[in-house]
C-alpha cells in the first residue's frame, strides 16, 4: 500500500464516531477524574461538603468561615493540583503528538529532544549548588534556561540542516551530555542539595508557591486552537516533507513552528513539575486508537483531553486516597504508559494509520 492511500485511509478513518462526537468521551472522563481528586485524598470530602464548599468559595479574610478546612483544602490545596495536572497532561500530550507528526516516528516524544534534560541540567546547576532551594524561584528560572538553550539549539540545527531525523539524533545527544554533566554534578554535591534535585526528579503537579495553575491550561488551551486551525497543512506532513512541498506547503517552517511548540510546552511543564515521563508518547497513540484517525483536527482536542485526564488520574493515584503517603509521580505514569509503548511496538498496524505505521 502507498504512503499516500495509508495516510489518507487514516484521515478519513472514523469508524462510528462521527467528528467532534469523539471528544465526549475524553471531555466526560476528565470531569469524572477531577471530580474525584478535588473530593479524595488524605481528608476526603463527601459530595455535599464538595458542593457546598464550591458553592461558599475561596474562604477570605472577613467572609463566612463555615466549613474553613474544606475550603482550605479544596481552594489552596486540591484545585491548584488537579488544573496543573490537566495543563501538564495536555501539553506534554500535545508536545509527543507534533513530534511523531514531525519524525512519523510512533515512539517520538518529548524527551528526545533534550529538552527535559536541558532543564534538569539547569535544576542541577542550582540545586547541587546550593543556589536555589526546591520549587524556589531560581530553580524554576534555571529549569526554564536549561530548556531554552536545548530548544535555541534545536532550532539552529533545524534551519541549518532541515532534516527532522538529523534533528532527532542530534537532540538525543544533547540530551545524553546534559545528563552526564547532571550525574557528574550528583556525585560532587552536599547531601543536601542532592537529595533536593532527587524530589525534584520524581516530579510532582505542586506547583512552586507563586505560580498559577491556570498558565499551563491557557499554554495547552492556546496551542490546541493556534494549531487546530493550521490542522490541514499538519495532515499533508504526514505524506513527507516533498509530497507536503508540492501541495504548496511550507514544510520546512511547518516542521520548525511544530518543534518549537513542543519544546516550549515541554520546557515549561518540565521547569514547573520537574521531568514527567511517558505521558507525551503514550497519550497521543491513546487519542488515535479512541478517535481512529490521523486527521489532527480531531487529534489535537483529544490528545488535550486524554492527555489531561491521565494526568489527573495519575496524580489522584500517586497521592493514595485516604492515606498520608504519597508515590513518586513518575512511577504511576510508567505503570500506564509502559503498557501503551509496548503495545504500539508489537501492533503497530492498529494505530489508526498514523505516523510510524507502514511508512
Known amino acids: 500500500m502507498t504512503r499516500k492511500g495509508t495516510v489518507t485511509r487514516g484521515f478519513a478513518a472514523t469508524r462510528g464516531l462521527s467528528g467532534a462526537a469523539g471528544l465526549i468521551l475524553p471531555a466526560a472522563v476528565l470531569l469524572l477524574v477531577a471530580g474525584a481528586g ?3 485524598g488524605s481528608v476526603p470530602l463527601s459530595p455535599a461538603a464538595l458542593v457546598a464548599s464550591l458553592r461558599a468559595g475561596p ?10 478546612l474544606e475550603r482550605i ?21 500535545l508536545a509527543g503528538l507534533l513530534m511523531q507528526t514531525v519524525f512519523r516516528n510512533p515512539l517520538a516524544g518529548p524527551g528526545v529532544l533534550g529538552v527535559s534534560a536541558g532543564a534538569g541540567l539547569g535544576v542541577a546547576l542550582v540545586v547541587l549548588a546550593g543556589a536555589g532551594a526546591h520549587f524556589a524561584a531560581p530553580t524554576v528560572a534555571a529549569a526554564a534556561l536549561g530548556s531554552a ?65 491556570p498558565a499551563l491550561l491557557a499554554a495547552a488551551l492556546l496551542t490546541t486552537v493556534v494549531l487546530t486551525v493550521l490542522a490541514a497543512p499538519i ?56 478517535l481512529r484517525t490521523s486527521s489532527h483536527r480531531l487529534l489535537l482536542p483529544g490528545v488535550a ?16 486516597p485516604g492515606s498520608d503517603r504519597i508515590l513518586p509521580l513518575n512511577a504511576v505514569l510508567s505503570v500506564v504508559g509502559v503498557p501503551v509503548v509496548l503495545l504500539t511496538i508489537l501492533r503497530p498496524s492498529r494505530d489508526g494509520g498514523g505516523p510510524g505505521v507502514e511508512l
Open 38 to 40: 478535588l473530593a479524595l
Open 73 to 93: 483544602i479544596l481552594f489552596q490545596i486540591r484545585i491548584p493540583r488537579v488544573c496543573a495536572a490537566a495543563g501538564a497532561g495536555a501539553s506534554l500530550g
Open 235 to 290: 495532515d499533508v506532513l504526514l505524506l513527507g516533507s516533498a509530497y507536503a512541498e508540492s501541495s504548496g506547503v511550507h514544510a520546512h517552517r511547518l516542521q520548525g513552528l511544530l518543534l518549537l511548540c513542543a519544546g516550549l510546552l515541554t520546557a515549561l511543564v518540565t521547569a514547573l513539575t520537574g521531568p514527567i515521563s511517558f505521558l507525551g508518547v503514550a497519550v497521543p497513540h491513546l487519542a488515535r486508537g479512541h
Open 149 to 213: 538553550l536545548v530548544i535555541s539549539l534545536m532550532m539552529v540545527v533545524h534551519r541549518m540542516v532541515g532534516q527532522p531525523v538529523v534533528v532527532l539524533v542530534l537532540g538525543l545527544l544533547f540530551g545524553y551530555a546534559a545528563s552526564a554533566l547532571t550525574a557528574v554534578l550528583m556525585a560532587a554535591s552536599p547531601a543536601q542539595g542532592l537529595e533536593q534535585y532527587i524530589h525534584w526528579s520524581f516530579g510532582s503537579f505542586a506547583l512552586p508557591p507563586g505560580w498559577q495553575p
Open 59 to 68: 474562604l477570605l479574610e472577613g467572609g463566612d468561615a463555615s466549613r474553613a
Open 305 to 320: 483531553l486524554w492527555g489531561a485526564s491521565v494526568a489527573v488520574l495519575a496524580d489522584l493515584v500517586s497521592r493514595l
